[in-house]
């Protein structure tokens, strides 16, 4: 599985765009890009995943680049309750051991969202 | 609709004690997973599910077994607890190829 490089941590106004940056300069052809949250320890929460094209939907957007070496996650309008830590996840498409998902996860991007 | 739920929330156990963790989803889920996650790091796969009566290693499955008796529940069992087994256990499952959904974590320390 490709390998992702994060900013460590992140700091944004209320109300105003996140972008957090991802790198997966060794993705293949045939991988998604995966996005999850943990607020404050509790389990992870997915949020979004993409193959090539930019995706949106009711939490975030994420944005592809053509080469597919990286991405960006949009929260458009971040809240008090944005404050978690994210992680970016590059997952092989399709079905792993008789379908089962592998997700790896690194240290993410912890992000705080300032009043 | 309760998600995964996990019991207990918070558990202290002695070295060399024995545990079980249970895992629960209403979700009608075929895979299921459990991970750890120590502090200041991801999670890491111990071992999941991808259907009743099936089980297999992840990442980290030294020092932990696990069962899959029904389709809604996974157990993780350690056997003989040491203190590098304290860490917060996440459960998940989810869908062929779908998501995964976390339950919200044990928190477990062995002295």
């Known amino acids: 599985d490709a390998k992702t490089t994060q900013p460590p941590s992140m700091d944004c106004a209320e109300g105003r765009a996140a972008n957090l940056p991802c790198n997966h300069s060794t993705i293949s052809g045939n991988e998604y890009v995966y996005w999850y949250r943990q607020i404050h320890s509790q389990g992870p929460q997915y949020i979004i995943h993409?193959?090539?094209n930019n995706e949106t939907n009711e939490m975030a957007s994420l944005i592809i680049t053509e080469d597919r070496k990286s991405s960006t996650l949009i929260l458009p309008h971040a809240t008090l309750r944005d404050t978690a830590v994210y992680y970016c996840i590059v997952r092989v498409a399709g079905l792993w051991f008789q379908g089962a998902q592998k997700l790896v996860f690194g240290q993410g991007t912890r992000l705080t969202i300032n009043p | 609709n309760a998600g995964v739920t996990q019991t207990p929330k918070f558990r202290v156990l002695k070295t060399g004690q024995s545990m079980t963790l249970l895992c629960a989803q209403d979700?009608?889920?075929?895979?299921m997973y459990w991970y750890r996650q120590d502090p200041g790091m991801g999670l890491r796969l111990i071992h999941y599910s991808v259907g009743e009566g099936t089980t297999a290693k992840g990442e980290v499955p030294d020092g932990y077994n696990v069962s899959r008796l029904k389709k809604q529940n996974f157990l993780l069992g350690l056997e003989s607890a040491a203190p590098s087994q304290t860490s917060v256990y996440f459960c998940?499952?989810?869908?062929?190829?779908?998501?995964?959904?976390f339950g919200p974590g044990t928190r477990l320390t062995v002295l």
């Open positions: 993409g193959l090539k």
């Open positions: 998940a499952s989810s869908l062929a190829g779908g998501q995964q959904f």
């Open positions: 979700m009608n889920h075929e895979y």
